[in-house]
């Protein structure tokens, strides 16, 4: 295989790079209990889904 005739540069390479940082994921408060939740997802803590109850959660004690 062909090597590079020449170095890149740091410059070069950092442009290369600027979209792979990690982004965190944009969070909403479930309005039925108030925890963070996921966009478009079911809330894990009391199982709401746009306001109807998809399923029961067990009950910890």
């Known amino acids: ?3 590079p005739k020449r ?3 740091k410059q070069r390479r ?3 790079r600027t979209h792979d940082n990690a ?3 944009t ?3 479930c309005p039925n ?3 963070p939740n996921l966009y478009h ?3 894990s803590s009391c199982g709401q889904y746009r306001h109807k109850q998809v399923y ?3 009950q910890t004690a």
Do not use: F, N, Q, Y
Request: charged share 25%.
């Open 1 to 3: 295989m062909p090597h």
């Open 7 to 9: 170095r890149h540069s």
């Open 14 to 16: 950092d442009k290369r």
């Open 23 to 25: 982004i965190m994921p």
């Open 27 to 29: 969070l909403m408060l």
């Open 33 to 35: 209990c108030g925890t």
């Open 41 to 43: 997802r079911i809330c």
């Open 56 to 58: 029961e959660v067990a």
